[in-house]
Nanobody, 122 residues
Framework: VQLQACGGGLVQAGGSLRLSCAVS????????MGWFRQPPGKEREFVAA????????NYADSVAGRFTISREYAKNTVYLQMNSLNSEDTAVYYC????????????????WGLGTQVTVSS
């Protein structure tokens, strides 16, 4: 099983990025998918999640209204569109797959991959 996140980079405050996470080796449509992040010097935190059907989503309060999670079944990929970025969004972002919902309460995951660095300059 592989979860490969990409799309991170350096962006100015107020800018946008779209992260992608390509999934292989599991039945993508059977898993809820989530994005988590770990800011420098801090604990990992929940960002957003989308249910296996795509019919439910939830977001951390800190990103609600700015970030959008989506999934594309034909490509086994989950996305995180991030708008109006600020310095507090600087972190390593990880994607995870799990059979449990809601994902916001999870501290371990069925599967998760290497992260992608997002740095927001002020």
């Amino acid at each position: 099983v592989q979860l490969q996140a990409c799309g991170g980079g350096l962006v100015q405050a107020g800018g946008s990025l779209r992260l992608s996470c390509a999934v292989s080796g599991l039945t993508f449509s059977s898993y809820h998918m989530g994005w988590f992040r770990q800011p420098p010097g801090k604990e990992r935190e929940f960002v957003a999640a989308i249910s296996w059907s795509g019919g439910r989503t939830n977001y951390a309060d800190s990103v609600a209204g700015r970030f959008t999670i989506s999934r594309e079944y034909a490509k086994n990929t989950v996305y995180l569109q991030m708008n109006s970025l600020n310095s507090e969004d600087t972190a390593v972002y990880y994607c995870a797959a799990d059979g449990r919902w809601p994902m916001v309460t999870l501290t371990t995951f069925d599967y998760w991959g290497l992260g992608t660095q997002v740095t927001v300059s002020s």
